[in-house]
């Protein structure tokens, strides 16, 4: 996950000087996009059941994957 202090921000500033935008790097930008996808995807998820780790096991034995 990325953290703020390690963008390579720069900004864009209005005749006042008041920050209006941001330029960074592509690269920075697609990994913010796939950090905000993960956490839609937790987020979306939050309600789901959980399953213990013996009881993974025990299901994937089941259906010959282990």
Known sequence: ?????????QYITDETGEKRSIILPISEFE???????????VAERRDESLTSHDELI?????DGLL
Do not use: R, T, V
Request: glycine residues 0%; aromatic residues 0%.
């Open 1 to 9: 996950m990325l953290k703020l202090q390690n963008l390579h921000l």
């Open 31 to 41: 990994a913010l996009l796939e950090d905000l996808e993960d956490l839609a995807i």
């Open 58 to 62: 025990a299901e994937l034995k089941e």
